[in-house]
């Protein structure tokens, strides 16, 4: 019978290769490799990666249209060389690593956890920035057929307009088949169980955990030791933005062998906690004691208020703000001065930096008698402004704090299920709090998802022609087109603590562990036009210029929610590794004086309709402004 196999045509040996990955048994192909040099060669030393393609194709969407955006995104910085073979074994691996029955007590911060951990976050981020793009005619319109009342208010459309994106309601309605991703479906099938537990622990860092099924975890490592500024933190934490926070669940059962050549092994290798690296005494500390019973920490529900709490904890330290961030949620750059502030430098969260201030705060008692809250010990009086970095940081400097970023997810989406629940709508047969739960849909991170992206794409002028009616009347102006989907109508959800509060909690983090801590959360509409387009720096490693920066201008209803309108002006521009940077002043209401900055970062693919992330703080940069996060969507 093998002998008859072996002399089948190679084609037809190939088809059935093709057909096993289709009905999801490609470990029949790594066994199939292993039976005699032949059929090895056959699989995985043919001259091209035809087979592999194929392969591929059966489980997943073809990348070649998103990696095409994309590199138009960067200005052909992204490489489109795509390796069929790796990138089916990594993703086949990763889940099966997902899948696998936890038997190891290595602690979440174990150095042999770091290559494994790593090679999963690679394989689902590339799963999510590799799916199909929203097509750009899509069967369905994206808008909502709503009969909107009338009204002869200025700003009735932002008032009327929906509370979500228009995607959202064809997920609601079950339309997600018309949406041709199959990389979603794969995703989000993975994803009922849960990351591996090593990672969501680390959004934990500071609990016990004993949750059914997987072996107990008493973390030996801070995230301050480990975590803070490793690539894997990054980049799960940018995985986080796209998902939300998902708990720990009872472990699933083992599952067929999918393993192919690459693939991890069925089970870790178990390590004691005694041979873990020994932890510095200073970075150990526990800043944050935790008083609940291990076993409320056990349920979803539990796991979820502890990532809050942590959560909280990010995006509310006034001490994270700093003119080497950009006084946004960016990653520290560094400039050879000593004048830098110590605001610039990242307070890690599970550190007690107190004692090192206590000499520095004795020293300056006395020149302030007024401080009542003790805000000489975070240094955050002073209301001077902080001096910005010279020479200025450039946009290709910039790297997205993704850490913060997932924080700020976290913090919104649980404050927004808060606030519909309490909703007096909440007794209708579908109501808001009903959509949100999609904007988890993995859907909603693919490329051009957002109501009237593709419109400025298929208009946008080629090279060598000018579009009609973009003269350049401002010196530095340039030609361009609305790449990002900027214009149209957003919706901004923004949370902040009073600000008494706000100082309180600084001095003391320990008072986010009580219950009943008060966050405002508005919903507000913004409205964004272009008002032209500038050239964007070319980064030192590269000849080509990204695409233009969009200059915008708009008006926003304050959370005072008077009838006076809210300046806006603002640019949208790219930033290192292709991420999209939203920057954007708000004035006092009824006048032109800055009293609001913000800073953001897309997440997901370019236009899509998850939105963006970002921080909000005071316009002037002063020591002792406030600071919170915010979620905006595009819904027209």
């Known amino acids: ?43 995985y030393r043919c001259p091209d990666q035809h087979l592999w393609r194929e392969i591929f194709l059966t489980t997943f969407d073809d990348p070649r249209p998103a990696l095409n955006h994309l590199s138009t995104i960067s200005g052909g910085h992204l490489s489109l060389e795509f390796n069929w073979t790796q990138e089916y074994t990594n993703r086949i691996s990763a889940a099966r690593y997902i899948r696998r029955p936890v038997q190891t007590t290595a602690p979440v911060s174990s150095q042999s956890d770091i290559p494994t951990s790593l090679s999963v976050v690679k394989a689902l981020l590339s799963v999510i920035t590799t799916s199909l793009p929203f097509p750009s005619s899509p069967p369905i319109s994206l808008t909502f057929l709503t009969d909107l009342p009338e009204s002869s208010s200025r700003f009735a459309p932002m008032i009327n ?41 680390t959004l934990m860092a500071k609990l016990s955990f004993d949750v059914q099924g997987h072996a107990p975890y ?17 980049l799960f934490h940018k995985l986080i933005c796209c998902t939300g926070f998902i708990p720990i669940t009872a472990s699933v059962p083992e599952l067929a062998d999918t393993s192919i050549p690459g693939a991890w092994p069925a089970t870790s290798t178990p390590v004691s906690p005694d041979s873990a690296p020994s932890p510095d005494e200073n970075e150990d ?47 520290p750059v560094r400039r050879d001065t000593t004048d830098s502030p110590k605001s610039t430098q ?80 909440r007794t209708a047969a579908f109501s808001t709090g009903d959509i949100l739960p999609y904007m988890r849909k993995m859907h909603t991170v693919c490329i051009g998802g957002s109501p009237g992206y593709w419109n400025a ?33 957003w919706k901004r959800c923004v949370c902040w603590l009073d600000y008494r509060d706000l100082l309180v909690h600084n001095l003391a983090p320990e008072k986010f562990l009580e219950d009943g801590i008060q966050e405002a959360c508005r919903v507000m509409p913004l409205t964004i ?21 969009i200059h915008v201008e708009g008006e926003s209803i304050g959370s005072d929610r008077t009838d006076d309108l809210r300046k806006v002006i603002g640019t949208v521009s790219i930033i290192s590794d292709g991420a999209i940077r939203w920057q954007m002043v708000s004035t ?25 992330l970002g921080m909000w703080t005071g316009a002037m940069h002063e020591r002792p402004d406030p600071l919170g996060p915010f979620w905006a969507w595009k819904v027209a």
């Open 1 to 43: 019978m093998a002998s008859a196999f072996a002399d089948l045509p190679a084609e037809l040996t190939e088809a059935v290769l093709v057909v096993s990955a289709a009905s999801g048994n490609p470990h029949s192909i790594a066994a199939l490799s292993q039976t005699s040099k032949f059929f090895y060669n056959l699989i």
């Open 218 to 234: 008493q973390p030996t490592l801070t995230s301050a030791s480990h975590w803070i500024g490793s690539e894997v933190g990054q």
């Open 529 to 549: 036009r272009i008002t032209g387009y500038s050239e964007s720096p070319i980064p030192p490693d590269s000849t080509t210029r990204p695409l233009p920066t």
């Open 161 to 201: 307009s929906p509370p979500f994106p228009p995607l959202l309601l064809l997920l609601t309605a079950n339309y997600s088949a018309l949406l041709g991703s199959v990389n979603v479906t794969w995703l989000q099938d993975l994803l009922k169980i849960g990351f591996p537990p090593e990672l969501t622990r």
């Open 457 to 489: 794409w298929e208009n946008r002028p080629r090279e060598g022609e000018g579009s009609e009616g973009s003269g350049k009347s401002k010196q530095g102006e340039v030609e361009g087109w609305d790449w990002a989907g900027v214009s149209g109508i």
């Open 346 to 425: 990242l307070e890690m969260l599970d550190e007690d930096e107190n004692e090192d201030h206590d000499e520095e705060d004795e020293e300056e008692e006395d020149e302030d008698e007024e401080d009542d809250l003790g805000l000489m010990h975070l240094g955050l009086m002073n209301g001077r402004r902080v001096p910005d970095l010279s020479p200025p940081i450039n946009p290709y400097e910039l790297v997205p704090d993704y850490v913060w970023l997932a924080s700020a997810r976290i913090v919104v989406e649980a404050n927004l299920r808060e606030m519909f629940r309490q909703s007096p709508y």
């Open 285 to 331: 500390k526990p800043a944050l004691p935790i008083t609940r019973s291990r076993s409320s920490l056990c349920t979803p529900e539990g796991q979820s208020a502890d990532a809050r709490t942590l959560a909280r904890r990010r995006v509310y330290d006034m001490r994270y703000l700093g003119p080497a961030r950009m006084w946004g949620p960016f990653q």
């Open 588 to 612: 006092v209401a009824g006048s032109d004086e800055p009293e609001w900055s913000s800073e953001a970062v897309q997440i997901g693919g370019p236009g899509a309709a998850v939105g963006f």
